[in-house]
């Protein structure tokens, strides 16, 4: 029995290092051509634009990626501290996602990590 | 252009009086260290001179140069690939003789110079020079993606990509071929540079398995035409703890079978796909035409 499922966890591993390198390979490649700072400059544009109306304190800025094989998710989290809207005084928080990949539509629902009393921006690319 | 002193080079058998023949310029690359690179140009070179070619195999990992050691070349090295770059010395002054194979020559690296000494214009003017004297100039790069693999690259008419069964290596070479497309000569003179993939450490058992990466599935991701499969072998470590290339060491095992093939290949021949086996018994048979 052990033997068996020892056989038979150990089936499978190449199989994983191919996906895993399909993935990344994909996203490396696009990369490559020309679209590495794309995250980079959505960042950027976002943060100027909310900057426009609000002070931002870049150290209170999260960003998180994660690279799939459709769909690409980027997170900006930033605090924004003392909106007039927000009568609790406590730091209300907008977050946009970009959703880069073959099937745009299939973004999930953004904010895992928003603040649920605001609405998120939601950018797709 | 090294003033009187210097003699006319001593009779290469490649040199037929300064006319350009149809040199080819082969790079042998990988981004990963440890994948072959070394074994692979000592091993391709010495099977294209035993073809009846006129090869140079050239060193480019300078500081830490390795191929005059598995070629058994190392207690001749006098001038290296610096030397000639910087003027100091005579390209023919700095080529190796192999004692073995008489059409093959190696060029050596420097072991101690900073690797700025490598400048870009000093490589073309000896590649120049070595595409008059020879058919084939094997170029064995360093590894990683800076100055040095890149000026290995950058005069390549083909490549090939020494490529491991492993994901780090798949990926490295993804990268690689990406420079190849973009920063080589050839590249930015909008022409086709030939990359070939050669599969090195490749255990057909393991890869039936499922536990090493099969042929198609590092042909599918990487794209580009595979020029060997090279199976993981005990030849291989023998060979250069005799300092001889695989194809002159062992011409019968496995490796060196399987290198013979891809140089074959590399000369345009078109022949059936198989890894070479050692193993006598079924196994060996089972697996003998279990690839892509």
């Known amino acids: 029995m052990s033997l068996l499922a020892s056989l038979f966890s150990r089936r499978g591993s190449a199989p994983v290092a191919r996906d895993r390198l399909q993935i990344l390979l994909a996203h490396e490649r696009a990369a490559g051509e020309g679209q590495s700072d794309l995250l980079a400059k959505l960042h950027e544009e976002i943060l100027a634009v909310i900057a426009k109306h609000v002070a931002v304190d870049r150290d209170k800025v999260q960003i998180k990626l994660d690279r799939g094989a459709a769909v690409s998710t980027l997170e900006i989290d ?41 609405k998120p921006a939601i950018v797709r690319n | 252009m090294f003033g009187p002193n210097f003699p006319e080079p001593g009779p290469f058998p490649g040199q037929n009086g300064g006319k350009r023949r149809m040199a080819k310029v082969l790079v042998v690359t990988s981004g990963k260290g440890g994948v072959g690179k070394t074994t692979s140009t000592a091993a391709i070179g010495a099977a294209l001179a035993q073809s009846g070619k006129n090869v140079v195999v050239v060193d480019f990992d300078v500081g830490l140069r390795n191929l005059d050691l598995v070629m058994g070349a190392e207690r001749r090295v006098v001038f290296d690939l610096i030397n000639v770059v910087q003027g100091d010395a005579k390209l023919s002054q700095a080529l190796i003789r192999d004692k073995r194979v008489e059409t093959l020559s190696i060029l050596p690296a420097s072991q101690t110079r900073d690797k700025d000494a ?13 595409r008059d004297k020879f058919d084939w100039i094997v170029c064995d790069s360093p590894a990683g993606i800076e100055k040095g693999a890149q000026l290995a690259m950058h005069h390549a008419d083909e490549a090939v990509v020494v490529t491991n069964p492993e994901v780090s290596s798949v990926r490295d070479s993804d990268r690689i071929i990406g420079m190849l497309d973009s920063t080589t000569m050839r590249a930015k003179k909008g022409e086709k540079i030939a990359k070939h993939l050669l599969l090195t450490r490749y255990d057909p058992a393991r890869a039936a398995r499922g536990e090493m990466l099969r042929t198609e599935d590092v042909l599918e991701i990487l794209s580009i035409p595979l020029i060997g499969i090279i199976p993981e072998s005990e030849e291989v470590l023998r060979a250069s703890n005799l300092g001889s290339p695989v194809t ?34 079924l196994f060996g048979k089972l697996f003998k035409r279990r690839v892509a």
């Open chain 2, 248 to 281: 002159l060491s062992n011409p019968e095992s496995a490796p060196a079978r399987a290198y013979f093939d891809a140089v074959r290949r590399l000369q345009g021949e078109t022949l059936e796909m198989q890894v070479p086996s050692d193993k006598k018994g």
């Open chain 1, 78 to 118: 930033i605090e924004v501290p003392g909106l007039k809207s927000d009568k609790n005084g406590a730091p209300s928080s907008a977050s946009a996602r970009n959703a880069a990949g073959a099937t745009p539509a299939a973004a999930k629902p953004a904010g895992t990590s928003t603040d649920d009393k605001d």
């Open chain 2, 118 to 130: 490598l400048t870009p214009d000093g490589v073309e003017r000896v590649i120049g020079e070595l």
